[in-house]
């Protein structure tokens, strides 16, 4: 039976990204943030703060619907050019951004080296909810599709389609429920993502008076947001304020373009008694992705729980996806999790102090082979949105 995996049409979501401050070492600090090994028994290293590299961070949900983890060293000077070296984490099976990301996917002491590439033929999927907190009468609907069932659906056609679902919630301070809709365009056949969630953060206001919301356009690598219809009034604002009354009918949709196929979508999330926040993390200031649809492209190899290795070095992209890491000498551990004082993209961040092995090949050129041993690892993660 195959495995599914959440994949948001969408990554901040699920589908979507952090939005990214470079971390870079003051210029007189020893480096935090390395990678130190032998690479086909040379010594190699590799620091934020040296031949001018910084570091990056993401979580997002990847193309195949996992949270993924990223740490990324990366040229300053190279805008939009593959990192240097970079090493990513799926979670486990089910994580979603609601969870608020508690790095538990890192109290591991081992994980394993993805061996084998994931993929799918985008047709078949389940949906549900992200970002949201007690929902009642959920009803989910695909177009152009068969129903398996009331949340798994398979595509009688590709191209561009559209998923919808309405469920309600009880709303603290109104006795009335909150009737709410969601729309989201996405693609049958292949991955081409064409809508994603919003971003908002709750602002302070006084008690009792109207929600302060303020919304922001996703940054994602692979689509672009363009505008927003907010009660049929259009703005290219990439961030917007709204005091949202208690008891009225609002409708927030924005819209998007891939800017590779050209293709065009949108997300709506519509609402009669205030905007639906995430009740797990509601606190001021804390920046999230709006209630969405999750979509669970079938695929049969998930890749849960395994490590990405990416190394760029003398013009070649090596990758650590290769059978040689299915045993042997090929090892990823981790020796310590804490906190990172400095923080990443201006968010609270972890601090990961990992030891691996691993042979990494050539993309396209399986035959050219770099091994690495004996690696120490110490990198940041940053999940806050």
């Known amino acids: 039976m195959k495995s599914r995996i959440f994949v948001i049409a969408l990554l901040v979501t699920s589908l979507f990204s952090c939005q990214h401050n470079d971390y870079e070492e003051p210029l007189d600090a020893a480096p935090a943030l390395t990678i130190s090994g032998f690479r086909n028994g040379e010594p190699f290293t590799i620091s934020a703060g040296q031949n001018g590299l910084v570091q990056t961070t993401s979580l997002e949900r990847n193309k195949f619907g996992v949270m993924e983890w990223a740490s990324n060293f990366i040229q300053a000077s190279c805008t939009g050019c593959d990192p240097v070296f970079s090493v990513s984490v799926n979670d486990q099976e089910n994580e979603t951004s609601q969870s608020c990301a508690d790095y538990q996917i890192f109290e591991s002491p081992q994980l394993l080296f993805a061996t084998a590439p994931s993929t799918s033929a985008w047709t078949s999927c389940s949906l549900g909810l992200s970002e949201v907190q007690d929902a009642d009468d959920i009803v989910f609907t695909a177009t152009n599709t068969t129903s398996v069932n009331q949340t798994e659906f398979e595509f009688t056609s590709t191209g561009i389609q559209e998923i919808t679902t309405q469920f309600e919630m009880e709303m603290e301070g109104n006795e009335s429920e909150n009737e709410i809709h969601i729309h989201q365009t996405v693609y049958a056949g292949d991955h081409i993502r064409l809508s994603a969630p919003f971003l908002y953060e709750i602002l302070e206001n006084e008690a009792g008076e109207e929600q302060r919301i303020k919304m922001?356009?996703?940054?994602?690598?692979?689509?672009?947001?363009?505008?927003?219809?907010?009660?049929?009034s259009e703005s290219e604002q990439e961030t917007i304020t709204l005091d949202i009354p208690q008891n009225q009918l609002y409708r927030i949709e924005l819209f998007f373009i891939h800017d590779e196929s050209g293709n065009t979508g949108s997300f709506s999330l519509q609402f009669n008694h205030g905007f639906p926040v995430n009740s797990q993390c509601d606190e001021e200031e804390h920046i999230m992705p709006a209630p969405h649809i999750h979509v669970d492209w079938n695929t049969p190899t998930p890749n849960y729980e395994r490590v990405f290795l990416a190394y760029?070095?003398?013009?070649?992209?090596?990758?650590?996806?290769?059978?040689?890491?299915?045993?042997?000498?090929?090892?990823f551990e981790i020796i310590s999790i804490s906190d990172f004082v400095q923080g990443i993209q201006e968010k609270s961040a972890k601090q990961i102090v990992c030891t691996f092995n691993a042979l990494l090949v050539e993309e396209g050129n399986p035959s050219n082979i770099l091994e690495l041993t004996n690696c120490t690892a110490t990198i940041g993660f940053s999940a806050s949105y």
């Open 216 to 232: 922001y356009f996703p940054e994602l690598p692979d689509l672009r947001a363009t505008h927003w219809d907010i009660n049929g």
């Open 312 to 331: 760029r070095f003398d013009g070649k992209t090596y990758t650590s996806v290769n059978p040689g890491n299915e045993g042997g000498n090929s090892s």
